[in-house]
């Protein structure tokens, strides 16, 4: 079974840049896909960014678009998300998630993290 630890939230400005990680643990082969999602207080949860394990083709949601990076190491062992220029609207707790297909939706993800506080200030 795989296990996922997010690390790297916090309290920042608005402007500023921050880095998410995801370590994995456990049997990892049979996961095709990661994924990041983010859930703001009074808010539905919401997909942001996921990349496909064989070919590193990547998927962003249109709001995060052009400032969010999703990457992955060579070993699989870790997933990240480089966040920039940070906008109030982007606080929220964020998962990190391993699963089948990229993309959306959350059906096609079978691990969940327990998630990382991310604060943007204004």
């Known amino acids: 079974q795989v296990q996922l630890v997010e690390s790297g939230g916090g309290l920042v400005q608005t402007g500023d840049s921050l880095t998410l990680s995801c370590a994995a643990s456990?049997?990892?082969?049979?996961?095709?896909?990661w994924g990041w999602f983010r859930q703001a207080p009074g808010k539905e949860h919401e997909f942001v960014a996921a990349?496909?394990?064989?070919?590193?083709?990547?998927y962003y949601a249109d709001s995060v678009k052009g400032r969010f990076t999703i990457s992955r190491d060579g070993a699989e062992n870790t997933v990240y998300l480089r966040m920039n220029r940070l906008k109030s609207e982007d606080t929220g707790i964020y998962y990190c998630a391993a699963g089948w297909v990229p993309g959306p939706d959350r059906r096609n993800y079978g691990t969940w993290g327990r998630g990382t506080q991310v604060t943007v200030s204004s």
């Open positions: 456990g049997r990892t082969h049979s996961n095709f896909a």
């Open positions: 990349i496909s394990k064989s070919f590193d083709n990547t």
